[in-house]
């Protein structure tokens, strides 16, 4: 058996659940073509490259290349998940894209940030200022019962280990840069416009949230 280091099935990119077209004119559809079908699987074909390596380490027992594979499997693992998230949170405006958070989502955005308005000004603060490439995401913290405000270098690095990632916006240039260039907050400002709040607050609800 030439490859029986392999224990489990591969993880494969998930389909847009929408066509690649459906949020213009807010993310046009090469972006979103490129974004999914190229850097996304990237993202997955390096997780399924890290996860080889690893079981080949366990298998021969040379761990000398531990340190690359660890930080390999974080990254992609990482990229691999917040852009299925990514994805999931949007929606073609009128068809669940754009609008305000309702329900429990809205309660708690209320306690946690003061409101639906402070929270965005600081969604889109913290989102616009991360330094290269990275995400802003609203995350909840289950030991807390918190909702947070985080943002991520790369697809991992600063954000809270624990906390649930519920609203992730990718502010990596190749989700923004055909359409808006340099204007990474043109590009998040739009974005408000696709947000699928329902999914959202889906995620939420999933999580575990309970308002104290
Ligand atoms: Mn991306």
């Known amino acids: 058996m ?5 224990t489990k099935t591969k993880h494969e990119l998930p389909p847009l659940p929408y066509d690649y077209a459906a949020l213009e004119p807010h993310i046009d559809e090469q972006t979103m073509r ?13 997780l399924n490259k890290a996860e ?17 594979l660890e930080r390999l499997l974080a990254f992609h693992g990482s990229g691999h998940f917040n852009h299925c998230v990514f994805w999931q949170n ?14 429990e989502l809205a309660e708690r955005i209320k306690e946690d940030f003061g409101g639906f308005e402070p929270f965005k000004k600081h969604f889109f603060a913290a989102s616009v200022a991360v330094e290269g490439n990275g995400w ?18 790369n697809h991992q690095n600063l954000t809270i280990v624990g906390s649930v990632p519920l609203l ?21 400002q739009a974005w408000w ?20």
């Open 136 to 153: 802003g995401l609203l995350a909840y913290y289950p030991i807390a019962n918190r909702l947070y405000v985080q943002t991520a270098m």
């Open 34 to 46: 490129l974004h999914h079908d190229k850097h996304h699987q990237a993202y997955v074909d390096g």
């Open 52 to 68: 080889e390596g690893l079981a080949r380490a366990r298998q021969s027992g040379d761990f000398a290349a531990i340190q690359q």
């Open 90 to 103: 949007m929606a073609a405006p009128g068809e669940g894209g754009g609008g305000e958070p309702a329900g």
């Open 2 to 6: 030439a490859e029986a280091v392999a």
């Open 168 to 188: 992730v916006v990718d502010v990596w240039e190749h989700a923004y840069y055909l359409r808006y260039q340099n204007r990474r907050a043109d590009y998040v």
């Open 193 to 212: 416009n696709v947000v699928n709040w329902t999914d959202v607050a889906r995620r939420l609800k999933r999580a575990g949230s309970s308002l104290s």
